[in-house]
């Protein structure tokens, strides 16, 4: 059956809220969110929407909640019971009540019958109102040890939220006849005799305006127009929801015009409006100002706030805790005197007074990492980690261990490690001091792989057996020698010029081009690369280009040694130029330079056309224009488009 099943997913998951919804009585639900098969689960938070699952299946509803839980549980299947209530008092503590009864749920199934984990979920439910939850472990703390007056306390509080003052008082009373100076026992049974003489004492009267909300409530409110869009509104139906399981509860709605506006219409008040809180403090102003104050009735006191039971074992470690802390902090104070061997013997003095200190083990190591002792201090930050882990300790602990290992790796010069733990820091908690430290260290084991990776005779083996492939057109082979040529000396601009005369006849022109330019960089008189770099131009068909480079080529060949092969590049270069020009495809040539975008751009602009129509009428006009690099430049590109003709 789906129903026990999803009875037992809220009870598991206290800190959620659960509401099942009868779409037959609710129709306007189920229009409003397309119900149109039953059972059908929907997940919301703050209003959206996060998921459905549409049929019997509760494994999918099961994964539904646990992936988009509010609160995210650590893994407790190895927590004692005793970690477990540590975790459930922190979380009261902080006012989680919803999480504290988790923990202490997951406690008392390792530990069933220690009463003071019952008493401790009793206080839990109490600070969340559910008293009904509230009674039933306090009866069980009593069963368990009835010798133990708090368990008197919890049960005399839950009937006191019942509002059963005279089981209250019996309760109480109980637990007076095992200590009668009990203060809590005291004030409480003072309380509930009060009430129990007294019934009238709630002023407000919260429980007969809360019983209007019980039995068909539901119905009433899709019933009325005004109402019936509230139901579409998760947080309301569950606020309904609240005070129809305990009526009592509407005081702490009252404050929400809906909820007011549901309980006029329930007492035939129609057309009352509830009032927003500054016309409601308004009014007491006014009030106030107009009529004498009336004397204030008793109101019913709430139960009293609940410590969490703490045991002489919990009271030991917070002693050995202020111990080794105050131990540590003398440390502390070493440390900042540079007084080395000291501050050991005091962290040391710490961590034997409390072997779950962990940070007096990261502060050690910071220690021994200032004494240059990397081994040791990479051991301490190894058993930090190790101790953190068993403690469940703070992330930022573990990732400051880490972090120093990493440190310490870097000053043995192991990269590797380093970057491993600085990693491992990262994952724990991301700080940019580490990340900058990883990305330092990264380049730091790149340039030392490079380094030792270096070697000039093998780049000239593997250089010459790329040459050899070269010539046997082997080119793709050949880059890879030559490839492993630059690896081997990246300062031989001999490697980068080959590998790029391999590119060129692979046509990866972007690639040879940036190999020339790395030849250049490393020889800005290596002749070849430049006429590497004509032959690219050459390859994009950029003529007048290329002969400037040529010229560029000529002009660093002081001795004429490459002589033949500029001439030889810059001849293709004019050969290319010609045809571009010539009058046989004039017309097609046009035609296929007006459809490139450059081309259009320039001969829209009207300075190139005065230009143009100047060079037209004086064709020695051309020298004085050649002469501004931008009109050079735009001038080049016509021409290799075969717009200008230089015959």
Not at 8 to 17: D, I, R
């Amino acid at each position: 059956m789906i129903a026990p099943r999803f009875e037992s997913l809220a009870q598991k998951h206290t800190e959620e809220n659960f509401v099942k919804v009868d779409v037959d009585e609710m129709k306007n639900i189920a229009a409003t969110y397309q119900i149109s098969a039953m059972p059908t689960f929907k997940l919301f938070r703050n209003g959206k929407i996060l998921g459905e699952v549409v049929g019997a299946d509760i494994a999918q509803v099961e994964k539904l909640v646990a992936a988009n839980l509010t609160v995210a549980y650590p893994d407790t299947s190895a927590m004692s019971a005793d970690e477990l209530k540590a975790l459930g008092n922190k979380e009261f503590s902080a006012g989680n009540h919803p999480v504290a009864v988790k923990f202490f749920s997951d406690a008392i199934t390792k530990d069933p019958k220690n009463h003071v984990l019952y008493s401790n979920r009793s206080a839990s439910y109490a600070s969340m109102r559910d008293y009904t939850k509230a009674l039933l472990d306090a009866e069980e703390t009593v069963k368990i040890n009835p010798n133990w007056a708090k368990g008197y306390s919890r049960k005399g509080a839950a009937l006191h939220g019942l509002e059963e003052y005279k089981e209250a008082v019996e309760a109480y009373q109980a637990g007076l006849a095992i200590e009668p100076s009990n203060a809590l026992l005291k004030k409480g049974l003072e309380e509930a005799e009060a009430l129990m003489s007294d019934p009238t004492a709630d002023a407000d009267g919260a429980n007969g305006l809360g019983k209007m909300f019980g039995g068909d409530v539901f119905a009433k409110i899709a019933a009325n127009p005004k109402l019936s869009p509230f139901l579409a509104q998760p947080d309301y139906v569950q606020k309904i929801a609240e005070i129809q399981k305990n009526p009592s509860t509407i005081n702490a709605f009252m404050q929400d015009p809906r909820v007011m506006n549901t309980m006029l219409s329930l007492m035939g008040l129609d057309n009352a409006t509830a009032m927003g809180r500054d016309e409601m403090d308004a009014m007491k102003r006014d009030d106030e100002e107009e009529a004498p104050k009336p004397t204030p009735k008793a109101k019913a006191p709430e139960p009293e706030p609940m410590e969490v039971e703490e045991d002489d074992e919990e009271k030991e470690k917070k002693q050995k805790r202020a111990k080794s802390d105050k131990a540590k902090d003398e440390g502390n104070a070493l440390y900042k005197k540079r007084a080395f061997q000291d501050a050991l013997a005091k962290y040391n003095e710490a961590f034997e007074l409390d072997e779950t200190n962990v940070t007096v083990l990261t502060n050690k190591s910071a220690v021994l990492f200032e004494m240059g002792n990397y081994d040791e201090c990479i051991k301490i930050c190894e058993d930090a980690v190790e101790k953190g882990r068993e403690q469940r300790a703070d992330f930022k602990i573990i990732a400051k261990a880490f972090g120093r290992m990493g440190n310490a790796y870097t000053k043995k010069n192991d990269h590797q490690n380093a970057i491993k733990y600085y990693q491992k820091s990262l994952s724990e908690h991301r700080t940019p001091d580490v990340l900058n430290k990883l990305r330092e260290t990264e380049k730091a084991l790149k340039l030392a792989e490079k380094e030792s990776y270096r070697n000039p005779a093998l780049a000239d083996a593997a250089r010459e057996i790329g040459n050899e492939l070269f010539k046997k057109h082997s080119y793709a082979e050949a880059v890879k020698h030559y490839t492993e040529a630059i690896k081997r000396n990246d300062q031989d601009p001999r490697n980068f010029s080959n590998r790029a005369a391999c590119y060129i006849k692979l046509m990866a022109l972007p690639e040879a081009d940036k190999d020339c330019d790395e030849a250049i960089k490393l020889d800005e008189n290596f002749i070849k690369a430049y006429i590497r770099k004509a032959s690219i131009l050459l390859a994009k068909r950029d003529f007048s280009k290329t002969m400037d480079m040529c010229n560029e080529a000529k002009e660093k060949d002081t001795e004429g040694k490459h002589t033949a092969e500029i001439e030889g590049v810059m001849l293709k270069a004019y050969q290319g130029l010609n045809e571009v020009q010539s009058g046989t495809n004039r017309e097609e040539t046009l035609k296929r330079a007006m459809n490139d975008p450059e081309v259009q751009k320039i001969m829209g602009d009207p300075v190139m056309q005065s230009i143009l129509q100047q060079m037209q009428e004086d064709p020695a006009a051309a020298r004085d224009h050649m002469k501004n690099p931008a009109i050079a430049t735009k001038i080049r590109v016509l021409i290799n488009a075969g717009i200008i003709s230089t015959r």
